[in-house]
């Protein structure tokens, strides 16, 4: 059962293009949203986060959006640049009451490609 | 602050064989996860620790187990190895605060086991 889910394996885009990652997700329990970006032979590096309490979510050159009717989350990067080709994951956790934060759901990831 | 560290980064074993990974968090962080990523399945959640206890578990069977120790470090064993243990065994901390809405959890470069 695949809660969270990345349809495209992968994605190439030209430099200076934007990019455009999604993510879909079936448990309407989610409430908090990450993307990492990882490197061959490197941990995920942690991107950036939304919560489900808002829309979007800007940090410099990346922004995320959150549908949540849809079930639905995109990372969009813009410009795209060489260094950002990597593998994006995205991942979803559900808080429980006086618990804390709970564990991630990971999709399966996406790899970019930054085409120069 | 050091991130993340696991050891060993490379591992060779043999069916049948067991092993134990390590790995030490960010300094102050009180929670450590475990996450197993292979080809094509992402990473799938193994287990949690925080304070000493497992708070959470994955769906893997008891082969896979682990500890954390009273300054935070975990470790996680994996008992009589099976070919489809082959994976990139990553190890995530966070300061999992029981008041924090977010979890943001910080990776490292994992340990490559090879099982033959």
């Known amino acids: 059962d695949q809660q969270v889910k990345q349809n495209s394996p992968s994605l190439s885009v030209q430099e200076g293009r934007i990019s455009i990652l999604n993510c879909d997700y079936t448990n309407s329990m989610f409430d908090y949203f990450l993307w990492y970006k990882k490197y061959p032979a490197e941990g995920p590096t942690f991107l950036i986060s939304?919560?489900?309490?808002?829309d979007k979510n800007e940090d410099g050159r990346f922004t995320v959006f959150l549908n949540k009717s849809a079930k639905h989350l995109s990372l969009h990067i813009v410009p795209s640049q060489p260094g950002d080709s990597a593998v994006y994951f995205c991942?979803?956790?559900?808080?429980?009451?006086?618990?804390?934060?709970?564990?991630?759901?990971f999709g399966q990831g996406t790899r970019l490609t930054i085409n120069p | 602050k050091a991130g993340v560290t696991q050891t060993p980064r490379y591992l060779i074993k043999t069916r049948g064989q067991q092993v134990t990974l390590s790995c030490s968090p960010i300094?102050?962080?009180?929670?450590v996860s475990w996450y197993q990523q292979t080809p094509g399945q992402g990473l799938q959640f193994l287990f949690e620790?925080?304070?000493?206890?497992?708070?959470n578990k994955g769906n893997f069977p008891g082969r896979f187990s682990g500890r954390q120790f009273s300054n935070s470090r975990s470790e996680m064993n994996v008992s009589t190895l099976e070919l489809g243990d082959s994976a990139l065994y990553l190890c995530?901390?966070?300061?999992?605060?029981?008041?924090?809405?977010?979890?943001?959890?910080?990776f490292g470069a994992g340990t490559r086991l090879s099982v033959l």
């Open positions: 300094s102050g962080h009180r929670s």
């Open positions: 991942a979803a956790s559900q808080r429980k009451f006086n618990q804390g934060a709970q564990k991630l759901v």
């Open positions: 939304i919560s489900s309490i808002k």
């Open positions: 995530a901390s966070s300061p999992r605060l029981l008041e924090a809405r977010e979890n943001i959890q910080y």
């Open positions: 620790y925080f304070s000493e206890t497992q708070r």
